[in-house]
């Protein structure tokens, strides 16, 4: 028990640094880091900004480079055409002026197109220099100040989660002092036997096995001891499942009914149980007197001051009372009996296998054939020693409290993963993590739970929808 405390305290300290750490540290470093990613989100937003408005101008410039070069070949071509047809003596006047003025508009397209080319260019060169000398260094002195700020607050949450630890190390060490005392002064046999005197069934042990001469027709009585013979005298086999239920103790667990005297269960264990039971009646009952009392109380106090209430109100929950306190005095007289019944049970199941096992052993049973006589008196005392088998005894399997034991674990019927994380904090349930693989013991049965096993041991039940199951 010692042990028990000293790995409970323990266990508590590494729940308040869990705790610590769960809610102090990675709590508010999860909150944290959701801050970083939108900052860092904007950051990036920001340079992906200003590097698309560089590009939109390096586009411009482009095309206004196009534009220039393009305008420039027209307006050099229109020149040679305008020469030529200067030139030429069978071109007419007209052609000629009409040729040079279509040259003069082309050079003077070039030149305004050279002219926008020019603007575009000294535009482009300070909209990149501004974007590489001012825009970018800015961005990267922010992400850097925040990458600052995150490794500050990270190395502050470690801080807190040494001291935490540090607080408790001291505690820790206590604890760990007193299991190592503990499990020193651990006493095995001591233990056992409150173990025993817990669990012990209270049945008598088995006598021995007569001998039953079918040499000779007689009348046999039925014993205890005896493997079993019907009343109408034929015998019954020697293998029969209610021998083997009454002498084999580690035999396989028959199904048993519960029943409200707890007579299923071993003597020892009978009487405790209905000993529990007859104390919680007993407090009920007391408590459903107590409340008579006050209810009779209260109506006295009503009958003297009417301002304060009225007497008559009180007259249904006081017959309900005096109702729920017959009941309970009804069910306490029926368990003092069953709790009688069980103890002297108990007692002559001490004093037959006490008596049994003080006497000296039978002789062997090697009778010759004809010694009629001597079976008769032999017989005579079987019947006077020995009292018929009660039916309770026949009837109900004793040693049912090693089968359970002794049962080979239910093995696992299909895998299952944990979708989303679940608490276990109702009886019955158990925790689990996102992600969690999981051993399926039992199948939703229509009411949305299903058994599972951890792999660190563990089993309980958790909502079907919270898993994704995966059957052998």
């Not at 709590?27 to 959701?34: C, V």
């Not at 482009?62 to 070949?73: G, L, V, Y």
């Not at 020892?268 to 919680?280: F, I, M, P, T, V």
Request: glycine fraction near 6%.
């Amino acid at each position: 028990m010692q042990l028990l405390q000293e790995v409970n305290d323990f266990a508590g300290q590494r729940e308040l640094v869990a705790e610590n750490l769960s809610f102090r540290v990675c709590l508010e470093l999860a909150k944290y880091s959701q801050e970083m990613k939108q900052e860092r989100k904007l950051h990036f937003q920001e340079g992906r900004r200003a590097q698309q408005q560089l590009e939109n101008g390096f586009k411009q410039l482009e095309n206004s480079k196009r534009k220039f070069e393009r305008d420039c070949r027209e307006a050099e071509k229109a020149a040679q055409t305008a020469e030529r047809l200067d030139q030429d003596i069978n071109a007419t006047k007209a052609d000629v002026e009409k040729a040079k003025q279509q040259a003069h508009l082309r050079s003077h397209m070039a030149e305004e197109s050279k002219n926008e080319y020019a603007a575009q260019l000294q535009r482009f060169n300070r909209d990149q220099a501004h974007f590489y000398f001012s825009q970018m260094p800015q961005i990267f002195d922010k992400l850097q100040d925040m990458d600052e700020r995150r490794a500050t607050r990270l190395g502050a949450g470690y801080g807190l989660l040494s001291e935490t630890e540090l607080q408790v190390v001291p505690i820790i060490a206590k604890c760990l002092e007193g299991m190592k005392v503990a499990a020193d002064a651990v006493d095995a046999k001591n233990d056992s036997q409150v173990l025993i005197e817990q669990h012990k069934s209270g049945f008598a042990r088995p006598g021995d096995v007569e001998f039953e001469d079918f040499s000779q027709p007689m009348n046999r009585a039925p014993s205890d001891s005896s493997l079993g013979t019907p009343s109408d005298g034929r015998p019954e086999l020697r293998g029969s499942g209610r021998s083997r239920a009454k002498r084999w103790p580690f035999g396989k667990k028959s199904k048993t009914v519960v029943t409200e005297d707890f007579s299923h269960l071993p003597p020892e264990q009978q009487r405790k149980r209905l000993q529990q039971q007859l104390e919680d009646r007993n407090r009920e009952l007391q408590k459903e007197v107590d409340q008579r009392e006050a209810l009779k109380k209260m109506k006295d106090v009503y009958e003297k001051t009417p301002q304060m209430g009225d007497p008559a109100s009180l007259e249904p929950r006081i017959a309900e009372t005096l109702s729920n306190i017959e009941r309970l005095k009804l069910e306490v007289q029926k368990y003092e009996a069953w709790l009688a019944e069980a103890e002297s049970r108990v007692l002559s199941n001490r004093g037959d296998s006490l008596g049994r096992h003080t006497r000296p052993p039978d002789p062997p049973a090697s009778a010759p054939p004809d010694s009629s006589s001597s079976n008769s008196g032999s017989q005579d005392n079987k019947e006077s020693s020995e009292d018929p088998p009660s039916e309770e005894g026949q009837d109900t399997p004793i040693y049912t409290e090693f089968d359970e034991d002794f049962e080979e674990p239910a093995s696992p019927i299909g895998q299952c993963v944990a979708i989303y994380q679940f608490e276990g904090s109702s009886e019955g349930t158990i925790s689990m993590t996102e992600g969690e693989d999981l051993s399926l013991m039992e199948e939703d049965k229509g009411d949305g739970w299903t058994r599972v096993r951890r792999k660190q041991g563990g089993e309980g039940y958790v909502p079907t929808s919270y898993l994704r199951v995966t059957l052998n």
